[in-house]
Every structure is written in structure tokens, then in C-alpha cells.
């Protein structure tokens, strides 16, 4: 089946620094790749949409200068946040979908804590 | 815009009984997809059954089973013989159907957590 390999699983970072998360799709090509973020006990929240070799387009209230998302293969997608403050720590979700396919493929998730 | 609703935030059912999750959309288009995602403590989405919205038979994958109401826009999940290991957060999604170029976005209810008790 469809795998999306998400890491890393968890990080800790200090704040100001910038973290990079990974979603590499292992046996297909995911032509579309979409971030989510997730809060304890809720539901998922989209942030942006990226397709291989475009510019991702955000969700309204997404900060695109602090959410930099890069789809720049077929295989990865890669979510950076920078100059991350604690009210960035969440858990980050990505999800991909491969063109033709009619179902989507998330990665493992990742749980960032800037402190 | 489309909006899919879950009205159950919890919901209990004993090991071995049948439980069912509700769901609702809004949509004005003819061909989508529905879906029961899983949400277990390990936060890793898995899929549980997805619905064509032009199929009028309902989904069934081994005690996992849909309610596809189509004019009704309601697609209920029925879990049978519940056991503790699909205690977790469930939730609905819905997107459109596309035969080329960009992927639509999923769409999420809030989700209903069930628990499953001795």
C-alpha cells in the first residue's frame, strides 16, 4: 500500500530557531502534498496545499513567511518553521495524494515543542 | 463552502456491542468522496472505509460498515462486535471528485472520540 514516511517524529527546539519536517511519499508519486495542524483534542486544521514544482497555497490566517513548504520533487515535501515561538508548538500532519489516485496517505505525524 | 458536521463529541459502547458514528455534509456537487478516518493515542491517521458518492450500495470493510444517505447528505459509520482496540477519535472527511490536475483538500468533521468499555 501507500506509505508517507513523516519525520521527524518529534522535535524540540528553542525559540527563534527554525525547524524542517519532512514528508517523503515511498511508493508513489505525490503529485499533491497537503500540511495540517493539529491541536490537542481537535480536529485537523489545513494550513496549505502544495503540487510538485508550484508554490503552496495557504489556508486564510496561514503565515506563509513563517510556514515555508516546499514540494520541489515528486517523493518530498518539506514544511519549515521559522523563527518558531512556543505558540508554533503543535502537532503537524502531512498528507499526500498522488494524481489519479482518489485516496490520501498521511505521514506519522509530527510534535513540535519550541520552548 | 463545503462543511461536514459530527454532532457527537463522545461516545461509549461495550466490547462486543454495535455502535454508530454520526455524520452530516453540505456540499452542492454530485461527485465526492467520503471517509471514516481513525485517530488512535499514536495520532497516525488511518483510513477506515471511504464512500463514491455515485455508488448507491454502502461501503463495507469486515465490521466496519456505512449508512450513505445521499439526499440526506448523512454518512453514519457502524462498528460491530466494538473491541477495545478501536477505542480512538473518529473522524469524517469529504472531498470532491477530480479527474486531473490539482487534488481537492479533505475536508474534516470535529471528529467523535469513542470509548469502548469492558
Known amino acids: 500500500g501507500a506509505v508517507v514516511s513523516q519525520h521527524p517524529s518529534w522535535v524540540i527546539c528553542k525559540s527563534g530557531t527554525s525547524v524542517k519536517i519532512e514528508c517523503r511519499s515511498l511508493d508513489f508519486q505525490a503529485t499533491t502534498m497537503f500540511w495540517y495542524r493539529q491541536f490537542p483534542k481537535q480536529s485537523l486544521m489545513l494550513m496549505a496545499t502544495s503540487n510538485e514544482g508550484s508554490k503552496a497555497t495557504y489556508e486564510q490566517g496561514v503565515e506563509k513567511d513563517k510556514f515555508l513548504i516546499n514540494h520541489a520533487s515528486l517523493t518530498l515535501s518539506t514544511l519549515t518553521v521559522t523563527s518558531a515561538h512556543p505558540e508554533d508548538s503543535s502537532f503537524y500532519i502531512c498528507?499526500?495524494?498522488?494524481?489519479?489516485?482518489?485516496?490520501?496517505?498521511f505521514g506519522s505525524g509530527t510534535r513540535l515543542t519550541v520552548v | 463552502a463545503q462543511t461536514v458536521t459530527q454532532s457527537q463529541p463522545e461516545m461509549s459502547v461495550q466490547e462486543a456491542e454495535t455502535v454508530t458514528l454520526s455524520c452530516t455534509y453540505d456540499t452542492s456537487e454530485s461527485d465526492y468522496y467520503l471517509f471514516w478516518y481513525k485517530q488512535p493515542p499514536s495520532r497516525q491517521m488511518i483510513l477506515v472505509i471511504r464512500?463514491?458518492?455515485?455508488?448507491?450500495q454502502n461501503a463495507t470493510e469486515n465490521r466496519f460498515s456505512v449508512n450513505f444517505q445521499k439526499a440526506a447528505k448523512s454518512f453514519s459509520l457502524k462498528i460491530s462486535d466494538s473491541q477495545l482496540g478501536d477505542a480512538a477519535m473518529y473522524f469524517c472527511a469529504y472531498t470532491t471528485l477530480q479527474y486531473t490536475g490539482t487534488a481537492s483538500k479533505l475536508t474534516f468533521g470535529t471528529g467523535t472520540r469513542l470509548q469502548v468499555t469492558l
Open positions: 464512500q463514491e458518492a455515485y455508488k448507491q
Open positions: 498528507s499526500a495524494r498522488g494524481q489519479g489516485r482518489s485516496f490520501y496517505t
